[in-house]
């Protein structure tokens, strides 16, 4: 930070170094002791560069959890002024306007009015506004000053308008619109020293409404306003008020919500569109602000994005461009995965002969070997491939590809009765079906949201992975299943999987559900080169959230099981040591039911196991099979595993077949958790938990009826 | 359904009916309340001016310095006005 010891600090647009004017009622030690920070919100339109500023702000100071009681996610970080003051930044969701319309949206509205459980009413707003596109982003700036709350604005990618024609001057617009305009460039680090210091001084409490209401609407949020003056005199928000209570929203005193009532039905009745006519006036205030600051509308002239977008967007090759994507995406998981795989892997392994060797043989050498290490460095190993699976998903969000892909798969949603908006979702769903379910707050309509929050866990997550190249190597030998069958079976998986999503979306959504599908509206931001910064943190989040549940849920029940599965003690083989245990006598109780679907009472104990999470079946059979945790040494156990008669137990049917379930199979508590919280009960959860095991286990159950057909 | 040319100024026809590259002024929304009022936070309020770019099942227009892209089924629901008497 280019900042002179005490006094100065370097403007980086003029160049020039400037006075560093301090809060008057602040003083810089006394701010650096300050335990209670100030809190800023901030928000801004989707592709506004926000989240991009807001890692630029924080770095890796960030905390990602859950507003109390929703699912969607909370994202805050701790940034440092100029001056050296800690204040805590909440990135709100992304949003056009401050009628909410999504799950997301609502609790944006809800931060930025204090009514956010367990979050206090933040001291200021941050607006982030794409300055190639002032008018509609200055649109929501409009209705966040009415709130009340003093708001700086940052104007980011001012290079993205200057390359546009569009010249911009802050001052100009600071002076007629009466908040602090910032420009920044946030991919490239530029203004963020302002920024910086603009957050560290006063700032102006916006106010007052600038726009002019038209004639009739202004005689109706007069009358509101009055009638709640007079209930609370103190309210000096009344007239932003009376307009919530106007289009219904809001709570109020009793005498303010009769009026807007009896107004809310005179225009109905004189066909006045009196929402029409706010967003015009505000449109309309806006245009003359921006005409007057000398802000002109640029040109628009043919440029990559349209190149780029006239072969992506091809109704036929726009299709081929989709399918490379994809394509590059599932070999990138299996090929350049499997190097760091093998790292983990052989760390592991090395791991627990280090323990092995230095450990006096027993019951705790056994539990950490064959529990705690077998258990959890199964699960692990896969870290690499999610990684790159969100690292993938990152970058085509950031470029700007992801909205395509959702434009051009429109068409094939709505055929099952859903918009394009549906398949941000479904993508992460490949990645976990939580932020999957997650992502649904942004699709609009509460059926569409409901079927994709159904259908999502048929996506096959990375969870599946270990399942999957487990059973494969178990099913075949290498020798006769080359790598490229290997990932043309594993293609066919998510292929079963997706394909089978999309019929019972049809199914969910036209039959079950009914209605029509929503229209699409989808903003398509301009290509650009990926902010890598922003990427890898994400990365670095999903590690951190996926190496804490391997150290706690997978931990937890990894230990569980090498208890269930070695105790009561007894003598004798490993094998008739397991079938006397805990879990072996619960594999037995199972084992009459799974049997149709050629699975035994050890399947059994995975299946159970695995109800947590699915990556537990391989860890759970890494300790049922006794073979530690190395990939090679379970499949070669399962392989010569046998039924009491000495049939082979892992046929190439029973593989298929469990594949078949584990496609299928709802088996991730955690994603049982998010849907209900989604949707807001048992029942939707119950529904997705009896339909998917029920598929599974007839899924399974087919497979070897046809082997058995094929077979003779 | 995509028209080229026919439509004359000032006289409202639906957005699917101009021919890519056309610029029309919007004349007003004919859809669901909740639907209108997301289009006018995109930019598609009334009096504002729309380029449309890509034509198709679904389309493509520029509106406040943005690319939006629409289902024909919403394009159908927007009434417009050439600024330009032509399409």
């Given at each position: 930070?280019?900042?002179?010891?005490?006094?100065?600090?370097?403007?980086?647009?003029?160049?020039v170094?400037?006075?560093?004017?301090?809060?008057?009622?602040?003083?810089?030690?006394?701010?650096?002791?300050?335990?209670?920070?100030?809190?800023?919100?901030?928000?801004?339109?989707?592709?506004?560069?926000?989240?991009?500023?807001?890692?630029?702000?924080?770095?890796?100071?960030?905390?990602?959890?859950?507003?109390?009681?929703?699912?969607?996610?909370?994202?805050?970080?701790?940034?440092y002024?100029?001056?050296?003051?800690?204040?805590?930044?909440?990135?709100?969701?992304?949003?056009?306007?401050?009628?909410?319309?999504?799950?997301?949206?609502?609790?944006?509205?809800?931060?930025?009015?204090?009514?956010?459980?367990?979050?206090?009413?933040?001291?200021?707003?941050?607006?982030?506004?794409?300055?190639?596109?002032l008018?509609?982003?200055?649109?929501?700036?409009?209705?966040?000053?009415?709130?009340?709350?003093?708001?700086?604005v940052?104007?980011?990618?001012?290079?993205?308008?200057?390359?546009?024609?569009?010249?911009?001057?802050?001052?100009?617009?600071?002076?007629?619109?009466?908040?602090?305009?910032?420009?920044?460039?946030?991919?490239?680090?530029?203004?963020l020293?302002?920024?910086?210091?603009?957050?560290?001084?006063?700032?102006?409490?916006?106010?007052?409404?600038?726009?002019?209401?038209?004639?009739?609407?202004?005689?109706?949020?007069?009358?509101?306003?009055?009638?709640?003056?007079?209930?609370?005199?103190?309210?000096?928000?009344?007239?932003?008020?009376?307009?919530?209570?106007?289009?219904?929203?809001?709570?109020?005193?009793?005498?303010?919500?009769?009026?807007?009532?009896?107004?809310?039905?005179?225009?109905?009745?004189?066909?006045?569109?009196?929402?029409?006519?706010?967003a015009?006036?505000?449109?309309?205030?806006?245009?003359?602000?921006?005409?007057?600051?000398?802000?002109?509308?640029?040109?628009?002239?043919?440029?990559?994005?349209?190149?780029?977008?006239?072969?992506?967007?091809?109704?036929?090759?726009?299709?081929?461009?989709?399918?490379?994507?994809?394509?590059?995406?599932?070999?990138s998981?299996?090929?350049?995965?499997?190097?760091p795989?093998?790292?983990?892997?052989?760390?592991?392994?090395?791991?627990?002969?280090?323990?092995?060797?230095?450990?006096?043989?027993?019951?705790?050498?056994?539990?950490?070997?064959?529990?705690?290490?077998?258990?959890?460095?199964?699960v692990?190993?896969?870290?690499?491939?999610?990684l790159?699976?969100?690292?993938?998903?990152?970058?085509?969000e950031?470029?700007?590809?992801?909205?395509?892909?959702?434009?051009?798969?429109?068409?094939?949603?709505?055929?099952?009765?859903l918009?394009?908006?549906?398949f941000?979702?479904?993508?992460?769903?490949?990645?976990?079906?939580?932020?999957?379910?997650?992502?649904?707050?942004?699709?609009?309509?509460?059926?569409?949201?409901?079927?994709?929050?159904?259908?999502?866990?048929?996506?096959?997550?990375?969870?599946?992975?270990?399942?999957?190249?487990?059973?494969?190597?178990?099913?075949?030998?290498?020798?006769?299943?080359?790598?490229?069958?290997?990932?043309?079976?594993?293609?066919?998986?998510?292929?079963?999987?997706?394909?089978?999503?999309?019929?019972?979306?049809?199914?969910?959504?036209?039959?079950?559900?009914?209605?029509?599908?929503?229209?699409?509206?989808?903003?398509?931001?301009?290509?650009?080169?990926?902010?890598?910064?922003?990427?890898l943190?994400?990365?670095?989040?999903?590690?951190?959230?996926?190496?804490?549940?391997?150290?706690?849920?997978?931990?937890?029940?990894?230990?569980?099981?090498?208890?269930?599965?070695?105790f009561?003690?007894?003598?004798?083989?490993?094998?008739?040591?397991?079938?006397?245990?805990?879990?072996?006598?619960?594999?037995?109780?199972?084992?009459?039911?799974?049997?149709?679907?050629?699975?035994?009472?050890?399947?059994?104990i995975?299946?159970v196991?695995?109800?947590?999470?699915?990556?537990?079946?391989?860890?759970t059979?890494?300790?049922?099979?006794h073979?530690g945790?190395?990939?090679?040494?379970?499949?070669?156990?399962?392989?010569?595993?046998?039924?009491?008669?000495?049939?082979?137990?892992?046929?190439?049917?029973?593989?298929?077949?469990?594949?078949?379930?584990?496609?299928?199979?709802?088996?991730?508590?955690?994603?049982?958790?998010?849907?209900?919280?989604?949707?807001?009960?048992?029942?939707?959860?119950?529904?997705?938990?009896?339909?998917?095991?029920?598929?599974?286990?007839?899924?399974?159950?087919?497979?070897?009826?046809?082997?058995?057909?094929?077979?003779? | 359904?995509?028209?080229?040319?026919?439509?004359?100024?000032?006289?409202?026809?639906?957005?699917?009916?101009?021919?890519?590259?056309?610029?029309?002024?919007?004349?007003?929304?004919?859809?669901?309340?909740?639907?209108?009022?997301?289009?006018?936070?995109?930019?598609?309020?009334?009096?504002?001016?729309?380029?449309?770019?890509r034509?198709?099942?679904?389309?493509?227009?520029?509106?406040?310095?943005?690319?939006?892209?629409?289902?024909?089924?919403?394009?159908?629901?927007?009434?417009?006005?050439?600024?330009?008497?032509?399409?």
């Open positions: 930070m280019r900042v002179w010891p005490g006094k100065f600090w370097l403007n980086t647009w003029t160049g170094p400037e006075k560093i004017t301090l809060r008057a009622d602040r003083p810089v030690d006394r701010m650096k002791k300050d335990t209670s920070k100030r809190w800023i919100a901030v928000i801004g339109n989707p592709n506004a560069g926000k989240s991009t500023l807001f890692n630029a702000l924080t770095g890796l100071r960030q905390r990602v959890g859950n507003y109390p009681g929703v699912t969607v996610e909370k994202r805050t970080g701790t940034a002024t100029l001056h050296g003051e800690a204040i805590e930044l909440i990135d709100l969701p992304g949003m056009y306007s401050l009628s909410p319309r999504s799950p997301d949206e609502e609790i944006a509205l809800q931060v930025l009015q204090g009514k956010a459980t367990g979050l206090p009413r933040p001291d200021a707003v941050l607006c982030v506004v794409d300055a190639s596109n008018e509609r982003n200055l649109f929501l700036v409009t209705q966040v000053m009415e709130l009340g709350l003093p708001v700086l940052a104007l980011n990618m001012v290079d993205v308008a200057e390359a546009r024609g569009v010249r911009i001057h802050p001052e100009q617009l600071e002076q007629k619109i009466g908040v602090k305009f910032i420009p920044t460039q946030a991919h490239r680090g530029k203004g020293v302002e920024l910086r210091a603009a957050l560290g001084q006063r700032l102006s409490q916006a106010g007052e409404r600038k726009w002019t209401m038209p004639a009739p609407l202004a005689a109706a949020v007069g009358q509101i306003a009055a009638a709640w003056r007079e209930a609370q005199p103190a309210e000096i928000r009344a007239e932003g008020k009376a307009l919530e209570l106007l289009s219904g929203s809001g709570e109020g005193p009793e005498g303010a919500r009769k009026l807007a009532m009896a107004w809310r039905e005179r225009f109905g009745k004189e066909a006045y569109d009196w929402a029409a006519a706010v015009g006036a505000r449109f309309a205030y806006l245009r003359d602000v921006l005409h007057q600051a000398g802000v002109g509308q640029g040109w628009r002239e043919v440029g990559w994005t349209d190149r780029i977008d006239s072969l992506v967007l091809h109704p036929v090759f726009g299709w081929g461009v989709l399918a490379g994507m994809m394509m590059a995406l599932f070999i998981i299996f090929s350049i995965a499997s190097f795989m093998e790292w983990i892997d052989a760390g592991f392994s090395a791991l627990g002969q280090l323990v092995q060797g230095h450990m006096p043989p027993g019951i705790f050498r056994d539990l950490l070997v064959d529990g705690v290490l077998a258990g959890v460095g199964g692990v190993i896969f870290l690499p491939q999610i790159i699976l969100f690292f993938f998903l990152g970058l085509l950031d470029s700007g590809y992801l909205a395509r892909a959702a434009f051009l798969l429109d068409r094939v949603m709505h055929r099952v009765g918009s394009g908006k549906s941000i979702p479904l993508l992460s769903s490949y990645a976990c079906a939580i932020p999957g379910i997650m992502a649904t707050r942004t699709v609009e309509d509460p059926k569409d949201r409901l079927t994709t929050i159904l259908v999502a866990p048929l996506m096959s997550c990375s969870a599946r992975i270990p399942v999957y190249t487990t059973l494969l190597a178990a099913a075949v030998p290498a020798t006769l299943f080359p790598a490229w069958g290997k990932a043309a079976a594993l293609l066919g998986l998510y292929a079963l999987g997706t394909g089978t999503a999309f019929a019972l979306a049809w199914l969910f959504r036209k039959k079950m559900l009914g209605g029509g599908s929503p229209p699409l509206i989808l903003e398509l931001p301009p290509y650009r080169m990926p902010a890598f910064r922003t990427v943190l994400r990365m670095w989040e999903r590690a951190l959230i996926f190496l804490r549940r391997a150290g706690t849920v997978i931990l937890a029940l990894s230990i569980l099981l090498w208890f269930l599965s070695n009561p003690s007894t003598s004798g083989e490993a094998s008739e040591r397991l079938a006397g245990s805990f879990a072996g006598q619960l594999g037995h109780w199972l084992e009459p039911i799974i049997r149709p679907l050629g699975f035994d009472w050890r399947i059994g995975g299946l196991a695995s109800l947590a999470a699915r990556e537990v079946f391989v860890s059979m890494s300790i049922v099979y073979v945790g190395e990939e090679g040494g379970l499949v070669q156990a399962m392989r010569g595993a046998t039924w009491p008669d000495g049939a082979m137990i892992y046929t190439p049917a029973t593989c298929v077949a469990l594949l078949v379930f584990y496609v299928y199979a709802l088996q991730c508590l955690s994603t049982v958790a998010v849907a209900k919280r989604e949707t807001g009960g048992w029942i939707w959860p119950a529904f997705m938990m009896f339909y998917m095991t029920g598929l599974a286990y007839l899924g399974a159950w087919l497979v070897q009826l046809i082997a058995r057909l094929v077979g003779g | 359904m995509e028209k080229k040319g026919g439509a004359k100024k000032h006289q409202p026809v639906d957005l699917t009916q101009v021919g890519s590259g056309a610029e029309v002024r919007v004349r007003s929304l004919e859809c669901a309340p909740g639907t209108c009022q997301r289009l006018r936070e995109m930019g598609f309020c009334e009096n504002a001016l729309v380029r449309k770019i034509g198709g099942a679904d389309l493509v227009c520029w509106v406040c310095g943005t690319r939006v892209a629409l289902s024909a089924r919403l394009a159908r629901q927007i009434l417009v006005e050439h600024v330009d008497g032509r399409s």
